[in-house]
């Protein structure tokens, strides 16, 4: 009787050994997923930003956009007052942040990043841009009104006092020394 029972049970323990214990999930539902880091920067054609500083205005419109290995890459220029365009900037804009890849009439040798992602307070880095180095810290999200409303911004601070505000799919609503600011006006989507 001892070998039979034995016998049942190893018999048991061999079929569980080879049974599937775990049959497939279903799959994870989409808002369960890890989300990717927004973008923050305009990426349309025709986005049109408007700045002031001090009295001053600023007009920069997104005037190409591509895809580029490892991001979007977007010229934006800036427009005077009588609505000539010069080249501002063509930034690379990806979920590991924006990195200036052409800043005025240079193209650089290395590209600069502006923001790096993934995002979070004391994230920082060190950047050349203009042949100066610079150093980097995101100080977290933080709510920031500026004329054009109020916005969630990633904020980051720069070793020369500079603190700059980025909102999703906006770049740079607000930027700050001492006394001395730049804020978002305006925005306008292109068609």
Same mark, same amino acid.
């Given at each position: 009787?001892?070998? #039979?029972?034995?016998?049942?049970?190893?018999?048991?323990?061999?079929?569980?050994?080879?049974?599937?214990?775990?049959?497939?999930? !279903?799959?994870?539902?989409?808002?369960?997923?890890?989300?990717?880091?927004?973008?923050?920067?305009?990426?349309?054609?025709?986005?049109?930003?408007? #700045?002031?500083?001090?009295?001053?205005?600023?007009?920069?419109?997104?005037?190409?956009?591509?895809?580029?290995? *490892?991001?979007?890459?977007?010229?934006?220029?800036?427009? *005077?007052?009588?609505? +000539?365009?010069?080249? +501002?900037?063509?930034?690379? !804009?990806? #979920?590991?942040?924006?990195?200036?890849?052409?800043?005025?009439?240079?193209?650089?040798?290395?590209?600069?990043?502006?923001?790096?992602?993934?995002?979070?307070?004391?994230?920082?880095?060190?950047?050349?841009?203009?042949?100066?180095?610079?150093?980097?810290?995101?100080?977290?999200?933080?709510?920031?009104?500026?004329? !054009?409303?109020?916005?969630?911004?990633?904020?980051?601070?720069?070793? *020369?006092?500079?603190?700059?505000?980025?909102?999703?799919?906006?770049?740079?609503?607000?930027?700050?020394?001492? *006394?001395?600011?730049?804020?978002?006006?305006?925005?306008?989507?292109?068609?």
């Amino acid at each position: 009787m001892r070998q #039979s029972l034995f016998t049942c049970f190893m018999m048991a323990v061999l079929a569980l050994a080879t049974t599937p214990c775990a049959t497939p999930g !279903a799959p994870v539902p989409k808002h369960l997923m890890p989300k990717e880091e927004p973008l923050f920067f305009p990426t349309k054609v025709g986005d049109r930003m408007v #700045s002031v500083l001090g009295s001053q205005e600023i007009v920069c419109v997104v005037t190409k956009v591509e895809k580029v290995a *490892d991001g979007i890459a977007v010229r934006v220029e800036e427009e *005077d007052e009588k609505g +000539a365009h010069n080249h +501002a900037m063509t930034v690379i !804009a990806s #979920s590991k942040g924006l990195k200036v890849v052409r800043y005025g009439i240079r193209e650089l040798a290395e590209p600069a990043w502006w923001l790096k992602l993934p995002h979070g307070a004391n994230n920082e880095w060190e950047d050349t841009l203009n042949g100066r180095g610079w150093k980097y810290r995101t100080i977290g999200w933080q709510q920031i009104e500026v004329p !054009a409303g109020k916005f969630l911004a990633m904020g980051v601070e720069r070793d *020369d006092g500079t603190t700059y505000w980025y909102a999703p799919g906006l770049w740079c609503v607000k930027c700050a020394r001492e *006394d001395v600011s730049r804020e978002l006006k305006s925005f306008t989507p292109g068609k």
